[in-house]
């Protein structure tokens, strides 16, 4: 059960004073304007002078019934509690249908309103509501453009730029350089300087390996580029690694597999 | 031409009957029972929310997309639309790929005529070979430029870390569909290509010449390589690799769309 604010403790006791003040003078008017009372979160007492005077006469002639022994005296006071003008609040009293005579307020009523909470100091309201569209037009339209453009643009450049189809394959001729997908030039690359298996298998084992911790590693929660200039830079140098390294395989490396200007020596290139 | 005033009646007729047919058809049970409410070829389809909304959530477009999306992650400058280049990519490979297949058996003694064949002798055989080869050049610059925007972005952060590591995956995954489709034509460029390539992974530590072995086929690159190859590259690698990006595209939209803004 939630705890009570203090605030509203003391302000109920407030109330229960001014209510019990009310009653030793003896005028329990219900004609009394409750002007001068809190609106939405008074305790009950303040909206005593808002009940209709018919409802407070039904409700004292049902206790009356109820006092005089009739099993469904109950049902009057349910009746009164419904048409409260404060129902709907949190009432948090006693059960009144069932309240002995001993247990009534000042005035005779069965039962009180001890708070009304607002909905914010109770639920942790965690969405922040983001400004969205409709997938539909606005992402969906722009993916079919841009797929009718990569379409296009395959489909003009294969018109006229033709894939490489060499002669048979021959295991008695091999051609000099010989050289893999130029994906992996950057690798063939490192071959040339370094022993095989720490050039083939370790470095880009290794290189994979940490590209799949990168989130693990990096542990700096922040995405603008100003607070991860260390990121960027590794990343960075990473790339411009295997990318200076796939150009030298690619354009740099000729015959033996050795170092060739391409504007001297021609390409030595086949996608 | 010179139109008659007769002939204007005429049009205008067929143009009547032409739009009453339309709306025959669509009015019709077989076509209400493929578009689902809210389709766009629904007869009486308007602009509106609720259509808007039905248009996502109605069709098979829900597997892939929300209903709504941040309005950031429309911007084209944001992602550069490199993820779904590549996803695209890999649509139209498998359709140019199958294609391909008609026209090709795996075996040392039949690849390379058959491809010669395709392009000399088949309807647009050529061209569709052609597509295939550069989609799938692009493809691989396509991922990999995505990996890079993705750093950039700090995407991998939490909570995405791990649709990073199935990227990565799907990065390598990428690089193996290429390098196993370089193979089949049986031309001297692949024979010597996959040879380096080869023999690269034979070098891996303990296991060395197993891997290759078994990369192989047998101890030299040759018919059974082709048709070992010829079945990662067009069963075992696209099974495994559509798996991994349909994990990828759930786990975009379970860690709450697209990252960012910046």
Same mark, same amino acid.
């Given at each position: 059960?939630?705890?009570?604010?203090?605030?509203?403790?003391?302000?109920?006791?407030?109330?229960?004073?001014?209510?019990?003040?009310?009653?030793?003078?003896?005028? *329990?008017?219900?004609?009394?304007?409750?002007?001068?009372?809190?609106?939405?979160?008074?305790?009950?007492?303040?909206?005593?002078?808002?009940?209709?005077?018919?409802?407070?006469?039904?409700?004292?002639?049902?206790?009356?019934?109820?006092?005089?022994?009739?099993?469904?005296?109950?049902?009057?006071?349910?009746?009164?509690?419904?048409?409260?003008?404060? *129902?709907?609040?949190?009432?948090?009293?006693?059960?009144?249908?069932?309240?002995?005579?001993?247990?009534?307020?000042?005035?005779?009523?069965?039962?009180?309103?001890?708070?009304?909470?607002?909905?914010?100091?109770?639920?942790?309201?965690?969405?922040?509501?983001t400004d969205k569209v409709h997938t539909w037009p606005h992402l969906l339209v722009g993916?079919?453009?841009?797929?009718?453009?990569?379409?296009?643009?395959?489909?003009?450049?294969?018109?006229?730029?033709?894939?490489?189809?060499?002669?048979?394959?021959?295991?008695?001729?091999?051609?000099?350089?010989?050289?893999?997908?130029?994906?992996?030039?950057?690798?063939?690359?490192?071959?040339?300087?370094?022993?095989?298996?720490?050039?083939?298998?370790?470095?880009?084992?290794?290189?994979?390996?940490?590209?799949?911790?990168?989130?693990?590693?990096?542990?700096?929660?922040?995405?603008?580029?100003?607070?991860?200039?260390?990121?960027?830079?590794?990343?960075?140098?990473?790339?411009?690694?295997?990318?200076?390294?796939?150009?030298?395989?690619?354009?740099?490396?000729?015959?033996?597999?050795?170092?060739?200007?391409?504007?001297?020596?021609?390409?030595?290139?086949?996608? | 031409?010179?139109?008659?005033?007769?002939?204007?009646?005429?049009?205008?007729?067929?143009?009547?009957?032409?739009?009453?047919?339309?709306?025959?058809?669509?009015?019709?049970?077989?076509?209400?029972?493929?578009?689902?409410?809210?389709?766009?070829?629904?007869?009486?389809?308007?602009?509106?929310p609720?259509?808007r909304?039905?248009?996502?959530?109605?069709?098979?477009?829900?597997?892939?997309?929300p209903v709504k999306v941040k309005r950031h992650a429309v911007k084209?400058?944001?992602?550069?639309?490199?993820?779904?280049?590549?996803?695209?990519?890999?649509?139209?490979?498998?359709?140019?790929?199958?294609?391909?297949?008609?026209?090709?058996?795996?075996?040392?003694?039949?690849?390379?005529?058959?491809?010669?064949?395709?392009?000399?002798?088949?309807?647009?055989?050529?061209?569709?070979?052609?597509?295939?080869?550069?989609?799938?050049?692009?493809?691989?610059?396509?991922?990999?430029?995505?990996?890079?925007?993705?750093?950039?972005?700090?995407?991998?952060?939490?909570?995405?870390?791990?649709?990073?590591?199935?990227?990565?995956?799907?990065?390598?995954?990428?690089?193996?569909?290429?390098?196993?489709?370089?193979?089949?034509?049986?031309?001297?460029?692949?024979?010597?290509?996959?040879?380096?390539?080869?023999?690269?992974?034979?070098?891996?530590?303990?296991?060395?010449?197993?891997?290759?072995?078994?990369?192989?086929?047998?101890?030299?690159?040759?018919?059974?390589?082709?048709?070992?190859?010829?079945?990662?590259?067009?069963?075992?690698?696209?099974?495994?690799?559509?798996?991994?990006?349909?994990?990828?595209?759930?786990?975009?939209?379970?860690?709450?769309?697209?990252?960012?803004?910046?």
């Open positions: 059960m939630t705890e009570i604010p203090e605030h509203l403790l003391k302000r109920a006791q407030e109330a229960k004073d001014r209510a019990a003040a009310k009653a030793a003078d003896g005028g *329990a008017t219900d004609a009394a304007p409750a002007a001068s009372a809190p609106a939405a979160d008074a305790p009950a007492d303040a909206g005593d002078g808002k009940i209709p005077a018919a409802l407070l006469a039904r409700s004292k002639a049902a206790r009356e019934k109820a006092a005089g022994g009739a099993p469904e005296g109950g049902g009057g006071g349910g009746v009164a509690t419904a048409e409260r003008p404060t *129902a709907g609040a949190t009432v948090a009293a006693a059960a009144a249908t069932q309240a002995p005579p001993l247990a009534m307020g000042p005035e005779g009523h069965t039962q009180r309103l001890l708070t009304v909470v607002k909905a914010g100091s109770i639920q942790d309201v965690k969405a922040k509501p993916e079919f453009v841009a797929s009718l453009a990569v379409t296009a643009f395959l489909l003009v450049f294969s018109a006229f730029v033709n894939a490489p189809l060499l002669t048979l394959a021959n295991f008695n001729l091999t051609p000099n350089p010989s050289k893999a997908p130029w994906y992996f030039l950057g690798l063939q690359e490192l071959l040339a300087l370094f022993h095989p298996m720490v050039a083939g298998v370790t470095i880009p084992g290794i290189g994979m390996f940490a590209l799949m911790l990168a989130p693990y590693t990096d542990r700096n929660p922040s995405n603008r580029p100003e607070d991860r200039k260390f990121a960027i830079s590794l990343f960075t140098i990473f790339l411009m690694f295997w990318a200076v390294l796939t150009l030298m395989g690619s354009f740099f490396r000729g015959p033996g597999f050795n170092f060739v200007f391409p504007w001297t020596d021609g390409l030595f290139f086949e996608l | 031409m010179a139109r008659t005033i007769g002939d204007k009646g005429r049009g205008a007729h067929l143009a009547e009957r032409v739009s009453k047919l339309g709306e025959t058809v669509q009015g019709s049970q077989a076509w209400n029972s493929i578009f689902r409410p809210g389709s766009i070829f629904r007869k009486g389809y308007t602009d509106s609720r259509n909304s039905y248009v996502i959530m109605n069709s098979v477009l829900y597997h892939l997309h084209v400058s944001y992602t550069l639309c490199l993820g779904g280049m590549s996803f695209f990519l890999f649509i139209l490979l498998t359709v140019t790929g199958i294609f391909l297949m008609f026209f090709y058996r795996p075996t040392a003694a039949q690849a390379w005529d058959d491809i010669y064949t395709l392009q000399t002798s088949v309807t647009f055989g050529l061209l569709v070979r052609n597509m295939h080869r550069w989609a799938a050049h692009l493809m691989v610059l396509a991922v990999f430029l995505h990996m890079a925007r993705v750093f950039y972005h700090g995407a991998y952060k939490a909570p995405r870390e791990f649709n990073w590591v199935i990227g990565v995956i799907l990065l390598t995954l990428t690089l193996l569909l290429s390098f196993t489709g370089y193979l089949l034509p049986w031309d001297q460029l692949a024979l010597w290509a996959v040879t380096v390539g080869t023999n690269m992974m034979g070098y891996t530590p303990v296991f060395g010449s197993q891997v290759r072995f078994v990369l192989l086929g047998g101890v030299e690159i040759g018919t059974d390589t082709l048709l070992r190859w010829y079945v990662l590259h067009v069963l075992m690698f696209p099974f495994v690799i559509v798996i991994f990006m349909a994990i990828h595209f759930w786990r975009v939209r379970k860690d709450g769309g697209i990252s960012g803004p910046l």
